[in-house]
């Protein structure tokens, strides 16, 4: 079956710097890779996918790259704010089940 | 408004009795989820369902139990709860190939 490493899983940036969250996995087959938020008390949400025929896509201070070659994927917070303090996730998925890594806490410090 | 519920937000039990966990989406998803989660770790999933009449086990082993009678209903039953169960239960659903959306949770304690 699939599965999803996550580095780091825990990262701290002072405000303003950028943040980058890396994932692997394993199955070739995978061809979809959400990114969820998940901010404290509240549920796991989606701030960005890309699929596989794309090899990145940007959401204002967001961005997600895939190397299908080396199979992995980044997430890519730019300019980070107090409010991007949360625990990140990726997954991969094939069509019919999606695997999650272990998570990454960001703590943005003022 | 399109969504998933779950219901109880918070619930504190004792140990030996029986639960269920509530789960409903409006979305028409056929594909519906499970995941166990303490606070900030890891998801662990632990049933899943790609439509009615099915139930599948998940990665973690659970001593729960789920049914899907109905499209928009996958409720979670612990027959005989136990403090190893205390945790978060979040359950989510999806239409293949596309995002999950959770619901808010059942925190559930086991005194």
């Known amino acids: 079956g699939e599965n999803v490493e996550q580095h780091p899983s825990t990262l701290s940036v002072q405000e303003g710097d950028s943040a980058v969250i890396k994932c692997t996995y394993s199955?070739?087959?995978?061809?979809?890779f959400p990114w969820y938020k998940q901010e404290l008390g509240k549920r796991p949400q989606l701030i960005i996918d890309?699929?596989?025929?794309?090899g990145e896509k940007k959401d204002q201070r967001i961005a997600v790259t895939l190397n299908k070659t080396a199979k992995h994927f980044s997430l890519h917070i730019t300019e980070t704010q107090p409010e991007d303090s949360a625990v990140y996730f990726c997954?991969?998925?094939?069509?019919?089940?999606?695997?999650f890594g272990a998570g990454t806490t960001v703590t943005v410090r003022a | 408004e399109a969504d998933i519920y779950q219901t109880p937000r918070y619930l504190v039990i004792g140990t030996g009795k029986k639960i269920t966990l509530e789960c409903s989406q409006t979305?028409?998803?056929?594909?519906m989820y499970w995941y166990q989660q303490d606070p900030g770790m890891e998801l662990h999933l632990i049933h899943y369902?790609?439509?009615?009449?099915?139930?599948e086990k998940g990665d973690l082993s659970s001593e729960s139990t789920v049914s899907r009678i109905r499209t928009e209903h996958f409720p979670l039953t612990l027959e005989s709860a136990r403090p190893s169960h205390t945790s978060q239960y979040l359950c989510?659903?999806?239409?293949?190939?596309?995002?999950?959306?959770f619901g808010n949770g059942t925190r559930l304690t086991v005194t």
């Open positions: 979305m028409g998803h056929d594909k």
């Open positions: 890309i699929r596989s025929n794309v």
């Open positions: 369902s790609y439509g009615v009449n099915s139930t």
């Open positions: 199955d070739s087959a995978s061809n979809y």
């Open positions: 989510a659903s999806s239409v293949p190939g596309s995002p999950l959306h």
């Open positions: 997954a991969a998925s094939n069509d019919y089940k999606l695997s």
